[in-house]
């Protein structure tokens, strides 16, 4: 059974860090990609990073980039998020996800694309404020 489990939200101040985790079970990163999903009360759900399988490949939003950090340890079958400098916007629910597609995601931003995905977590809250 596939299952994805999200870790390691919380409150934190402006500026702060936080680390979350997505332990899998039911399948190995060698053959998917994972992705992480971001979303704010009456927002969309977008697209903030996610790392191919393939050729570990990272891909950010613009609006994370230079203070996240994606990372996978295989042998834990675990996906982190690492964020830095965190700010009130980055308030919101975050979800891992699978796409057994595995990248990489050579033409534009398919990778942000929730449809790409075929797993999807329950989600862990992260609130930035003071």
């Known amino acids: 059974q596939v299952q994805l489990v999200e870790s390691g939200g919380g409150l934190v101040q402006p500026g702060g860090s936080l680390r979350l985790s997505c332990a899998v079970s039911?399948?190995?990163?060698?053959?998917?990609?994972i992705g992480w999903f971001r979303q704010a009360p009456g927002k969309e759900r977008e697209g903030v990073s996610c790392?191919?399988?393939?050729?570990?490949?990272?891909y950010y939003a613009d609006s994370v980039k230079g203070r996240f950090t994606i990372s996978r340890d295989n042998a834990k079958n675990t996906v982190y998020l690492q964020m830095n400098s965190l700010k009130p916007e980055d308030t919101a629910v975050y979800y891992c996800?699978?796409?057994?597609?595995?990248?990489?995601?050579?033409?534009?931003?398919?990778?942000?694309?929730?449809?790409?995905?075929?797993?999807w977590g329950q989600g862990t809250q992260v609130t930035v404020s003071l």
């Open positions: 996800a699978a796409d057994r597609n595995g990248g990489p995601y050579p033409y534009g931003s398919r990778w942000s694309e929730t449809y790409e995905y075929d797993y």
């Open positions: 039911g399948f190995t990163l060698d053959y998917y990609a």
């Open positions: 790392i191919s399988s393939s050729d570990g490949s990272t």
